[in-house]
């Protein structure tokens, strides 16, 4: 924990350079019942990437594929075989 409380300054250039996230397919798996990370938190990420795909958990906290396996797994499932998926990811050289 103290090393994440010494990083705001990393975080903080990290956070200013985000909009190269926001054309990159993203799927956002929060638990709701989250202490550390909140709604709020949330709410912030989807300004900053508004096409992302968001999976609530409102039954976990901060570990919300130990805390609802299946239901984060069904999730990234869907995610993966969507067409905008591999039709926006990156591809690597021919």
């Known amino acids: 924990m103290r ?3 010494g990083s ?3 975080y903080a250039r990290l956070w200013q350079r985000r909009e190269r996230l926001s054309e990159i397919p993203a799927l956002l798996i929060w638990g709701m019942q989250d202490n550390l990370f909140t709604p709020g938190h ?3 990420w ?3 990437l508004p096409n992302a ?3 609530e958990v409102g039954n976990a906290g901060h570990w919300p594929h130990e805390e609802q ?3 984060v797994a069904g999730a990234l499932r ?3 075989d969507s067409d905008r998926f ?3 990811r990156p591809r690597g050289p021919a």
Do not use: I
């Open 3 to 5: 090393s994440l409380l």
């Open 8 to 10: 705001g300054d990393h």
């Open 42 to 44: 949330l709410a912030r």
């Open 46 to 48: 989807r300004r900053a």
């Open 53 to 55: 795909r968001t999976l």
């Open 69 to 71: 396996p299946e239901m």
């Open 78 to 80: 869907c995610f993966l």
């Open 86 to 88: 591999y039709a926006e």
